[in-house]
């Protein structure tokens, strides 16, 4: 659902309509200036061949110092979701589950169902601040689970688990030898102290990608924290899928890095103002939400709705959102993105609530 | 075994050893400028964000006219090597067989592997000049096989199907309801004439690249001509795995196809030198070897030669070639990538010939 109403709305632009875009997870801001210089030194320069399918050396380095592991547990990949889509490709075999808290990103449950795995969902509820609840994570696990895949802070509920919540879920996963892939995407640019899987030591995996800190969603980059037999692994599908990410674009990312404290400063800021005027323009609705973490997402309920009805409702109005059914059972759910300027921001919440009444 | 090697020499190199690579299919000409620059015009203006998962419109479409299919039939790839990986993922399942002639590309027999089905060989030989068996095809096809796998030019031989046997081979394909898989990453800049598996309509499967023909490879940027249904379902895959080819990318790949004639020309012409160079210092040895039909490589078998050994003996001299078992059995033949300037290709095969004597 999430990936249809993205490529309807595109088409809809390709015909000339205007569409206020608060669907989608990408920043409205352009690439920084610098990042994008670094790229074309580099191509220029003839970084433009083949490399290693385990990613750039010095980028790997740079990664490995910023997360205190060694080179060896780096892996450069194609954004954050190929990074996610190798990791279950290589460690779900058909019979084998995955235990997803809901609400989830449309992509965990696609790929998982491509690969033939279950899927197993623990419920979080707006009613309880989106909060996991450990005993019931326990009772979703048996000898047939790989998997929990944490989304820290979360798509679409754009919340941060708490730190007790997350020592405890550390605890139940290691009791039960099961292993944590966390995708902590938009971490360096949460409005709270984020707690990264990474702080209980090398046993789980961390997932992370220069898009969302960096305005870079369309340079496909990211990367993976895995012991180091996963990333001769994860190198071995790269050599028969992908090669390598550019290396103009890992030179790119590089610069990004050495610049990481500025850019993801003012795009926090950014976000938080976005973030506290949609919370003012909705505190004056009937629609309940909770207060993002982080950016870029709310995930209010309106009682009642049908949201996918609404969805094409309003996108027909010129707004495009994304149904809450596209994260889970969650029908009286929307998630609205804030990735566009704060004017687009009020003219687009402005008519969910004209269309809602 | 292709990839051992070329990981091992970027290792030796990174430690500041000079060696003459001729092991890899990555031209050593540097990408046309006009294509960095297209690249480059296009980042800045701000064209870094996510976008369609079956690739721009544009590109599809000139690319739709070059093959004088519709526009719904190409899907723009992360390198041809994503469109080969997707295209089995999707259409082989566990129990499924594909038929593949030898010696093939490595990526072929891992990817399918990687997949759990079986990868069925019909073997080739230099003493027939690598001529394909079309009865001996048709004996490897039973009811579970799905697809046929041609590289044509092929990668390690050089060698072009003639038209009367490709005649043959998609006759059986469409009697039997077998699907071709048709990789064509080298036709553009073959010696010879090339006839394409869409030159029979449109049942089969045509796998490009802008890699070899516009000296490219860093950049993944391929495409398939596949029916529309197939082209939904990849859209489907690139959506929960990779999101698009940059769209910086795509718009170099577009202006590397308004000048395909002038870039491809050139690139020939190049190869064409180096491929006379190379067999004319051939012929005055005691190594056998069949005629490139097209860049990039040499195939020459050595009566008696362990090609695995010979290989590291020789990257040990600081000549890297790839092994014939690279390609499957072919363990008295190695392959030569004429990927580098005459004079280090008249080096490089003056050490080979030392070592083997």
Redesign the interface.
Known sequence: ML?EI??KT?KLE?EGKKIIKLN?G?PDQ??PNEI?EA??ES??Q????????AGE?KLREKLANLHKVSVDNVVIT??S??AI?SLMFLLLKKGRNVVIPTPYWT?YE??AK?LRAETRFLRTEIGSEWKIDVEKLEDLIDRKTRLIILNNPNNPTSKVIDEKTLDEIVQVANDKGITILSDEVYSDISFVETKSVLDYGNDHILVKSFSKTF??????VGYAVVEKELVEKMM??N???????????QEAALKALELREEIANRIREEYRRRADLACSILSETKVKFSKPDAPFYLFPKYEGLDSERFTFDLLDEGVAITPGTAFGNYREHFRIALTVPEEEIELGLKKICEVLE
Chains 1, 2 share one sequence.
């Open positions: 990936y993205s490529e595109m390709s989608l990408d352009p690439t994008i790229a074309y191509m220029k003839g970084k433009t061949k083949y490399s290693s399918s050396n194609t954004g979701k190929w889509f992509a696609l790929t491509s305005a870079m969603t369309g340079w496909r071995k599908l050599q028969i899928t992908l090669t390598n990410v550019p290396v103009f674009v």
